[in-house]
């Protein structure tokens, strides 16, 4: 597997957690990397795409200033997630492809390279 996310659990509304995503065997430098989510019987929803450090992260509106995607090394992306709310609950993916060019920034097909999926609970 080439990304492993990790960081999920369970947590009250309004908890934080901060999720990892770290690349094995090769550096994310040239990737733009995107955070999934999916609920059962529903299709993967993306919600942000960290396009590197010459461009803003694009989030979607549920999750805009609650969420914080960035990189702090070459290896590792990281999602933290503040003010959960019940409907943040899901498992979480993350996914990269080479930056260059354009695509489709919230659709999955897009995304070369998967990781396993870590579980975000938020329930009271």
């Known amino acids: 597997v080439p990304l492993q996310a990790s960081g999920g659990g369970s947590v009250q509304p309004g908890g934080s957690l901060r999720l990892s995503c770290a690349a094995s065997?090769?550096?994310?430098?040239?990737?733009?990397v995107a955070w999934f989510r999916q609920v059962p019987g529903k299709e993967r929803e993306g919600i942000v795409v960290?396009?590197?450090?010459?461009?803003?992260p694009v989030y979607i509106d549920a999750v805009k200033a609650r969420f914080t995607i960035s990189r702090d090394n070459a290896n590792v992306v990281y999602l933290q997630m503040n003010n959960l709310k019940t409907s943040d609950t899901a498992v979480y993916y993350c996914?990269?492809?080479?930056?260059?060019?354009?695509?489709?920034?919230?659709?999955?097909?897009?995304?070369?390279?998967w990781g396993q999926g870590t579980q975000v609970t938020v329930s009271s």
């Open positions: 065997g090769f550096t994310l430098e040239s990737y733009a």
């Open positions: 996914a990269a492809r080479t930056s260059s060019g354009s695509w489709y920034l919230f659709r999955d097909s897009e995304y070369e390279l």
């Open positions: 960290f396009r590197g450090s010459d461009a803003s």
